[in-house]
């Protein structure tokens, strides 16, 4: 079976400065890839790069044998995106912000789409309330059921805990094996060991730009996983 993301060579800089470097990697359908590395190491970049909002200075990347390319929304709508941040239109109301976007991607019966995600998300209750409103992780949900309005094949996850309590985090990842199970590809930014070990079949470390770590996940325990990060990103910045 082709692989549900290969991406070859791609490289990005910014005002000079290399931001990711030469990168490969093949990511299975059906695959939960944790992605880690330092702040600054190039994770968002790169993710920004798969889903086609940020254009590769060199390489390139498939999704689902689709070239990516930032002005086709047919491939984009392949691939959802949950940013770190809650980006929505604060004055908006969750309803408005889910319409609007539902729209942008032509998503089809949007009306009956909505009421499927309200209720999938439990946002019923938040379904008037501004979005600026939201709680962090009332917020987090939203923007993950936004990311699956056009019914995406590939969910892309960039530090979706971040900031949350425990119990919420815990929530979370309840959605995210849910989503694993209907099929989806996922890959997750994350600081958290516990959530590679938890959620991801393989992991893979960017540092300064660079791939320097992919594996199975396997029998590592979430403390196991931390050692070898610490002892990788040691050794590159050395």
Request: charged content about 20%.
């Amino acid at each position: 079976m082709a692989p549900a993301v290969k991406i070859a060579g791609v490289s990005k800089t910014y005002a000079g400065s290399a931001v990711v470097k030469g990168v490969s990697l093949e990511i299975a359908c059906g695959e939960t890839l944790g992605l880690l590395g330092p702040n600054g190491a190039g994770k968002t970049t790169l993710m920004k790069m798969i889903a086609g909002l940020v254009r590769p200075d060199a390489g390139w990347i498939e999704v689902f044998g689709r070239m990516v390319s930032g002005r086709s929304i047919a491939t984009r709508s392949l691939v959802g995106l949950v940013p770190q941040d809650n980006n929505m239109e604060r004055e908006l109301t969750v309803e408005e912000a889910l319409t609007i976007y539902g729209r942008l991607f032509a998503v089809p019966c949007l009306t009956d789409r909505l009421t499927e995600l309200a209720d999938q998300f439990s946002l019923a209750n938040v379904w008037r309330k501004k979005t600026g409103l939201l709680s962090g992780g009332t917020a987090r949900r939203v923007l993950i059921a936004r990311a699956l309005l056009p019914r995406p094949q590939l969910l892309l996850l960039d530090e979706p805990t971040v900031g949350l309590d425990p119990d919420v985090r815990q929530e979370l990842w309840q959605i995210v094996k849910k989503m694993e199970q209907s099929g989806k590809t996922i890959i997750i930014t994350t600081h958290y060991m516990e959530e590679v070990e938890k959620l991801c079949r393989r992991v893979s470390m960017l540092c300064a730009g660079e791939m320097v770590w992919l594996e199975s996940v396997g029998a590592s325990s979430g403390a196991e996983l931390n050692a070898r990060f610490v002892q990788l990103a040691k050794q590159v910045s050395a």
